[in-house]
């Protein structure tokens, strides 16, 4: 199937080349050819560090500051998409301004849309008249979809995509990869020296919905139920606005000589912090997926999830690969860090199967077939349209 598929993201960063590279083995095997644009090459609210990005990516633009995705000029996106002539283009949400430019393009063009999403229903406040606009000005326009996880399809299906249109593999991670760099972290015995007990790790921008507060909250609690049997300290990875704020909290708590925030680090730095960790920790409010979930399974280290991650079904089996908890509860994420501080000899075991669980369900070779099942699909319905 001769296909050519453009799949559009706003900056492209190690996760994406993983999928990236995953969608061009997939279409190269079935006779097609995958191009890519990102808007940006590098942003202040993604540091990635050096990316190395494929000979196929074109990049619109060098640098924007802020968080707040956009595209300079329209201009740019349609004469990539005029030179790259697609006949489907994988379009990643439908909010941002060149999610929407692209699918103008598309429909102007009668090219095949793909829709890539990772929201679901509880991952923002919903006003039942927002989501009816959502669903006919936007959601109807796409052909089908690519979404991470059940959550996903579920909130798609909501909005009127046909279930029989959703394919899953949007969010993943090079677990294979992933795994290497952290074991051979180990092998070398690269321990971080800034912390010499026991630790959880946690790692994220400092925010208020990642929710970090509570969890510091949580950690002295659980050191306060179990005393001195407790001996895990808590690394916080970061940084962001809220900083300051939990510089106070730790140092009001005591907390100076067990709770550390060693900063931002880029992936290659977090490597040996994740390798040395006893757990992982992710208290999110709320979050679309949390990749940095995968990368610890990835690891082999048990993870103690808040149960509103769009990952948590997907990845969380109950004592088996971790533990999940209320994220406003302090008492119950409290309640996990003390089972995961109890694990003893049976945490190896927990991080083995947490990896096996990742590499079974979640290989980054779905993406692949997910975009194939999903371009197929579009392709069909785009054909049937013109008919």
């Known amino acids: 199937m001769a296909v050519n598929v453009v799949v559009l993201f706003y900056n492209i960063g190690p996760y994406h080349i993983a999928r990236l590279e995953s969608a061009r083995r997939a279409l190269e095997a079935i006779g097609g050819k995958l191009a890519a644009i990102q808007i940006v090459a590098t942003t202040s609210e993604h540091p990635w560090g050096a990316v190395d990005v494929p000979d196929y990516v074109t990049t619109l633009e060098e640098f924007q500051a802020g968080n707040q995705p956009r595209l300079s000029s329209p201009r740019l996106l349609t004469e990539a998409l005029d030179r790259l002539r697609p006949d489907a283009v994988a379009v990643p949400g439908w909010g941002f301004d060149f999610a929407r430019q692209a699918l103008k393009w598309c429909r102007k063009n009668d090219v095949a849309r793909v829709l890539m999403s990772e929201s679901h229903r509880d991952d923002a406040p919903r006003a039942w008249w927002k989501e009816r606009i959502k669903s006919v000005l936007w959601i109807s326009k796409f052909d089908s979809a690519l979404v991470g996880g059940v959550l996903h399809s579920e909130y798609l299906q909501s909005l009127g995509m046909p279930g029989e249109k959703i394919f899953f593999g949007y969010d993943l991670v090079d677990n294979?990869?992933?795994?290497?760099?952290?074991?051979?972290?180990?092998?070398?015995?690269?321990?971080?020296?800034?912390?010499?007990?026991?630790?959880?790790?946690?790692?994220?921008?400092?925010?208020?919905?990642?929710?970090?507060?509570?969890?510091?909250?949580?950690?002295?609690?659980?050191?306060?139920?179990?005393?001195?049997?407790?001996?895990?300290?808590?690394?916080?990875?970061?940084?962001?606005?809220?900083?300051?704020?939990?510089?106070?909290?730790?140092?009001?708590?005591?907390?100076?000589?067990?709770?550390?925030?060693?900063?931002?680090?880029?992936?290659?730095?977090?490597?040996?912090?994740?390798?040395?960790?006893?757990?992982?920790?992710?208290?999110?409010?709320?979050?679309?997926?949390?990749?940095?979930?995968?990368?610890?399974?990835a690891a082999a280290v048990p993870v103690a999830v808040s149960r509103?991650?769009?990952?948590?079904?997907?990845?969380?089996?109950?004592?088996?690969?971790?533990?999940?908890?209320?994220?406003?509860?302090?008492?119950?994420?409290?309640?996990?860090?003390?089972?995961?501080?109890?694990?003893?000899?049976?945490?190896?075991?927990?991080?083995?199967?947490?990896?096996?669980?990742?590499?079974?369900?979640?290989?980054?070779?779905?993406?692949?077939?997910?975009?194939?099942?999903?371009?197929?699909?579009?392709?069909?319905?785009?054909r049937s349209k013109a008919v």
Not at 195 to 211: D, E, Q, T
Not at 225 to 246: K, M, N, S, T
Request: glycine share 10%; charged share 25%; hydrophobic share 40%.
């Open 176 to 297: 294979e990869g992933f795994a290497a760099d952290v074991d051979a972290a180990r092998g070398g015995n690269l321990r971080p020296t800034a912390v010499s007990s026991p630790y959880f790790l946690a790692s994220s921008r400092f925010m208020a919905r990642k929710n970090l507060g509570r969890l510091i909250d949580a950690f002295q609690m659980a050191r306060e139920r179990q005393g001195d049997q407790f001996r895990h300290q808590l690394v916080i990875l970061g940084d962001g606005p809220l900083r300051r704020e939990l510089e106070s909290q730790i140092e009001r708590g005591g907390l100076k000589e067990v709770v550390h925030l060693p900063g931002f680090l880029t992936r290659q730095e977090i490597i040996p912090w994740l390798g040395f960790a006893d757990a992982f920790v992710h208290p999110a409010l709320h979050e679309q997926w949390g990749l940095v979930v995968n990368e610890a399974m």
């Open 308 to 382: 509103n991650c769009g990952c948590f079904p997907e990845l969380v089996v109950e004592g088996v690969t971790g533990f999940g908890f209320d994220p406003e509860s302090v008492s119950e994420m409290a309640d996990s860090l003390c089972r995961l501080s109890d694990l003893g000899d049976r945490r190896s075991a927990m991080g083995l199967e947490a990896r096996r669980h990742l590499n079974e369900g979640l290989p980054v070779s779905r993406f692949g077939e997910g975009l194939v099942d999903a371009v197929q699909t579009a392709l069909r319905s785009t």
